[in-house]
Structures are given as structure tokens and as C-alpha cells.
């Protein structure tokens, strides 16, 4: 069965700090990866996608892909308190046209 | 500029009896999904549909029907609701099932007593 793994926290980081969040796969043939964002009581909403090929940085956010370790990080530069929520990672293995493994999630916390 | 539209927000049911989740999108997208969310868990894909006219199940999908209304309506019907079907459910669309841009709905709360 394939697997998507997070711990679930929470993760307490100053305000300012850098939060790396981690998430490990199991379907070492996994071609995207994602991470979305959840407010707490709120739906998901995308924040960063990556492929197989290489890392992405967007403004504060930077995705990074471990493909011999079969993880991928999320890493939140200068946290702010409106950064607290829960971060999913999903994953889409290559066999699958439809179908995202997605993790349970990762609570963020900012402290100010 | 709506997105995808859930109803109801909540919703409380006896065991064994039946609703409709009805959800909706006007972004002119293809593919739409319903998920479950349960605590400590991820998002479980209940069912999609790929393009208009098309159903196909997920990877929980027992104790469920969906219907494909038009390009805009996916609906989700539990016939006849047990305790285990209480989580929180999302309806999502994407543009095509290669396109994993999810859009969410607001969800729905749904407990089964």
C-alpha cells in the first residue's frame, strides 16, 4: 500500500524563523509532489508543487525533493503568525492518473 | 467569482437514513472529486469524475453513490448513513485528472448518530 507520512506535530517556530516540514513516501516511482495548506475549520488550498526534477522556490516557500531518501520538505522562510495552519503533503505516483496519496498533515504553529 | 459551491455545511443524520451532498463549480473545469476527511488521517478520495458522463471510484467509495449531474454539478448520496460515514467532506474540481491543482469546496460537516 502506498504511503504518504508526516509528523503530526505540532511544530512550534518563532516568528521570523525558518520551518522546514518533512514528508516521506513510500512509491519510490512518485512523480509530483504537493503541498497544500489548511487553515483550521477551512478546505485545503495549494501552495506548492514540485515534480521529480528539481526543487522550487516561490517567494518565502521553497519545496525540496530527496528522491534517494523518498522525502520532500517545505520550507517557510521568515514565519509569520498567519503562516500557522496544517500543511498536507500529497503525492501522485506514476501509475496513477487520478489518484493523490496524501498525508494526514503537519501542524504549524508561529509563535509571536 | 464563487469556485466550487458545497452544500449543506453541516448536517446531522440517524442511521440509516439518506442525503445528498450537492457541490458545484463554475470554473469550467473537467475533473471533480469528492474526499473524506477524517482526524489523523488524509484525505481518502471517495469518487471522481474524470470528464462529464464519467463516474469512477476511489479508494472508499463503499456506502456511496455520485451522480455527474452536468459539467458543473457533482453530487455524493449516502443511501443509508452509518456512524463510520461521520467525517468531514470536500468536494474538489481540477481542470483534468493529470491537473492536480485541487480546488476545494468549504466542506461539510456531517455527523451520523
Known amino acids: 500500500q502506498k504511503e504518504v507520512e508526516q509528523n503530526s506535530g505540532p511544530l512550534s517556530v518563532p516568528e521570523g524563523a525558518i520551518a522546514s516540514l518533512n514528508c516521506t513516501y513510500s512509491d519510490r516511482g512518485s512523480q509530483s509532489f504537493f503541498w497544500y495548506r489548511q487553515y483550521s475549520g477551512k478546505s485545503p488550498e495549494l501552495i506548492m508543487f514540485i515534480y521529480s526534477n528539481g526543487d522550487k522556490e516561490d517567494g518565502r516557500f521553497t519545496a525540496q525533493l530527496n528522491k534517494a531518501s523518498q522525502y520532500v520538505s517545505l520550507l517557510i522562510r521568515d514565519s509569520q503568525p498567519s503562516d500557522s495552519a496544517t500543511y498536507l503533503c500529497a503525492v501522485k505516483g506514476m501509475d496513477s492518473n487520478y489518484q493523490l496519496i496524501w498525508g494526514a498533515g503537519t501542524k504549524l504553529i508561529i509563535k509571536p | 467569482n464563487a469556485g466550487v459551491t458545497q452544500t449543506p455545511k453541516f448536517q446531522v443524520l440517524k442511521t440509516g437514513q439518506s442525503m445528498t451532498l450537492q457541490c458545484a463549480q463554475d470554473m469550467n473545469h473537467n475533473s471533480m472529486y469528492w474526499y473524506r476527511q477524517d482526524p489523523g488521517m488524509g484525505l481518502r478520495l471517495i469518487y471522481y469524475?474524470?470528464?462529464?458522463?464519467?463516474?469512477d471510484k476511489g479508494e472508499v467509495p463503499n456506502g456511496y453513490n455520485v451522480s455527474r449531474l452536468n459539467k458543473r454539478e457533482f453530487s455524493l448520496r449516502l443511501e443509508s448513513a452509518a456512524p463510520s460515514q461521520t467525517s468531514v467532506y470536500f468536494c474538489?474540481?481540477?481542470f483534468g485528472t493529470g491537473n492536480e491543482k485541487l480546488f476545494f469546496g468549504s466542506g461539510t460537516q456531517l455527523s451520523v448518530l
Open positions: 474538489a474540481s481540477s
Open positions: 469524475s474524470a470528464s462529464e458522463g464519467t463516474t
